[in-house]
């Protein structure tokens, strides 16, 4: 989760999976089909259920309007990047800027347009700066049932990661049956 774009959700998550050598899946890549058209709910849903039972995943995303809580109930632990504006809105400028220069395709072959960078109603700098603090302000709430780890700076995300993937690969390496001798 994170409280805007940029903050760093899908580079931790490719990076935690990496660590733990579990499967990764960027909720934004099922969602935004071709044209930028949205999988139906009860589509992605079909989709996301066999992933999030199956016990061994990252998730970047959580999509409530489309899910509910099927993402963060099914978590041992849910991650809320909640990184001061100064740091995610300019990494969402350069990306976003980036990606419109580089004609660079996102999911099912979308890019993102200076007209849908800049002007659209919907474009991402926009959203984000829109629903930020409405994001800070329900969040608390609505992660409350769950295990939460609320992450405030590019720092306490490095010593997270590091802390928690050290943590769960021992943890594994612990519960593994031992190495058969041979005999």
Excluded: Q
Excluded at 144 to 161: E, F, I, K, M
């Amino acid at each position: 989760m994170g409280t805007a774009s940029c903050a760093g959700k899908t580079t931790l998550g490719r990076e935690l999976a990496r660590r733990l050598k579990l499967p990764f899946v960027e909720l934004d890549s099922l969602v935004h089909g071709p044209n930028w058209t949205e999988t139906p709910d009860d589509e992605l849903r079909a989709v996301v259920e066999p992933i999030v039972v199956s016990n061994e995943w990252v998730i970047d995303g959580g999509y409530w309007g489309k899910l509910g809580d099927l993402v963060l109930r099914n978590a041992d632990v849910v991650v809320w990047l909640d990184l001061p504006m100064r740091i995610w809105l300019p990494r969402l400028i350069r990306r976003t800027s980036g990606r419109v220069i580089r004609r660079e395709e996102l999911w099912s072959g979308n890019r993102e347009t200076v007209r849908s960078f800049l002007f659209s109603r919907d474009s991402l700098p926009w959203y984000a700066l829109r629903n930020y603090s409405r994001h800070r302000r329900v969040y608390p709430k609505r992660l409350a049932p769950y295990n939460v780890v609320r992450l405030r700076s590019p720092a306490a995300v490095a010593r997270w990661l590091e802390d928690y993937s050290s943590s769960a690969i021992s943890a594994a390496a612990r519960a593994a049956p031992p190495p058969s001798t041979g005999l």
